[in-house]
């Protein structure tokens, strides 16, 4: 099977194998918590945002935040980024 047919949750299994994260379904949850927001920081310029009706001061730069976005559709994960953005949202990763 082509990986472009694999759900988004085998690609998350994937990634997280390589990077040596947790493979559970929660932790896919989570992580998808954690891309959302990502998301949003890369969306935004200036040092603050509103997410989820709290105010966030941004950890990582826009630039950061979009090449991690790049890089997850390689399967590759920053995994100091995806941590500094997590323990923000006091997700544990």
Avoid: P, W
Avoid at 13 to 24: E, H, I, Q, Y
Avoid at 54 to 65: F, L, Q, R, V
């Amino acid at each position: 099977m082509k990986q472009s047919n694999f759900s988004e949750y085998e690609n998350y299994l994937l990634m997280a194998d390589k990077s040596k994260m947790k493979m559970t379904y929660s932790s896919f949850l989570d992580f998808q918590k954690v891309v959302s927001f990502v998301k949003q920081i890369a969306n935004k310029s200036g040092d603050t945002f509103l997410h989820d009706g709290n105010i966030y001061k941004k950890k990582i730069t826009s630039a950061e935040a979009s090449r991690f976005l790049e890089n997850l559709l390689k399967n590759s994960c920053n995994v100091s980024i995806l941590r500094s953005v997590a323990t923000q949202l006091e997700i544990r990763i």
